[in-house]
């Protein structure tokens, strides 16, 4: 199983990025793919996310900013806009199918002028 993420980097306060996440080695079809997120010294948290039937779910926090979305080609992409500095975070990508739980290796983003 792997799930691969990417797009993270550094970004001013209002800007935007687009994290992309491919996932191999489970049925990603039937699975619910979510993106977690995890500040120094807090929790790892949930940020988004979508079902196999395209279903949403989003934390407060990030509402109305973020998208999440999911292809046919076994990726899940995380749309972030308005982004502010308390979004500075390791993402992961997350993979859930049936009782089996996958994540990804993280991918960092920080939000700073």
């Known amino acids: 199983v792997q799930l691969q993420a990417s797009g993270g980097g550094l970004v001013q306060p209002g800007g935007s990025l687009r994290l992309s996440c491919a996932a191999s080695?489970?049925?990603?079809?039937?699975?619910?793919m979510g993106w977690f997120r995890q500040a120094p010294g807090k929790q790892r948290e949930l940020v988004a996310q979508?079902?196999?039937?395209?279903?949403t779910n989003y934390a407060d926090s990030v509402k109305g900013r973020f998208t999440i979305s999911r292809s046919s080609a076994s990726r899940v992409y995380l749309q972030m806009n308005s982004l502010k500095p308390e979004d500075t975070a390791v993402y992961y990508c997350?993979?859930?199918?049936?009782?089996?739980?996958?994540w990804g290796q993280g991918t960092q983003v920080t939000v700073s002028s």
């Open positions: 979508i079902t196999s039937s395209g279903s």
């Open positions: 080695g489970f049925t990603f079809s039937r699975s619910t």
């Open positions: 997350n993979g859930l199918d049936r009782s089996a739980d996958y």
